[in-house]
């Protein structure tokens, strides 16, 4: 049998998190979720700790904590994250930063904790949370999209830097998912916008309602999880996995085009 391996799970108290720690549980594994409240509890019961990904204090505390009953850390899931819709003009600096200090400064401080303990260790695995919008951006959804592609870079950066060391990284880019996360914060909106911003969550709310439950994106994680040489990307819905093949086939003009049709962006 496959040695029981102890997993650290950022953002768990609900949606694709959530099911991810409630899947490698099923699995064997010794799972540890976090959320921002600690009186939040997994669905599945998983032992959950208190973590705020954008406070480096609340990121040691938790690794410490982890360390401590754990042991050791054999894989980092962070998939802690949310999404900031509005078009660009419209979003804040402030909320930009905000989206940034969860989505991509939060995966770099639960690296930066973990590694030295990987490294001793010569094993490991780092895996994180992307998305279809890491490789293809979406309108008014630019600074996720923003913070996807920064993922991205970050992680395949990381995948030739610590391979020496024995520790794998690789990468989850899921398409629509049904979950919460569509119940995105918005910013004051521009009437400028409202026509094309408007088309555009209708076409997203009609991906979603057709869209598979988290269980399906579990299910990849628990493959990399599993696997001695997980792949760098991992796509998971029929649409993350041909739009980035689209975008490589076609023309730059007809792929645009698309996608500007796609969401109604030419219509007055």
Known sequence: ????????????????????AARLAKDGHRVTGTCRSPSVNNPAGIKMLALDVTSDVSVKSCVAEFLKEAGDIDALINNAGYLQSGAVEEVTIEQSRAQFETNYFGLVRMVHAVLPVMRAQKRGLLVATSS????????????????????????????????????????????????PFYAAPQTAAMDAYSPWRERFFKTMRGFEEKAPGPEVVAEVFARIVNSSRPALRNTVTTEATLFPFLRWLLPAGAFEGGVRFGFGIDKK
């Open 1 to 20: 049998m496959a040695r029981s391996k102890a997993i650290l799970v950022t953002g768990a108290s609900s949606g694709i998190g959530a099911a991810i």
């Open 132 to 179: 279809l919008a890491g490789m293809v951006p979406l309108p008014f959804w630019g600074q996720y999209n923003a913070s996807k592609f920064a993922v991205e870079g970050l992680m395949e950066t990381l995948r030739h830097e610590v391979k020496p060391f024995g520790i794998n990284v690789a990468m989850v880019e899921p398409g629509a998912i049904k979950t």
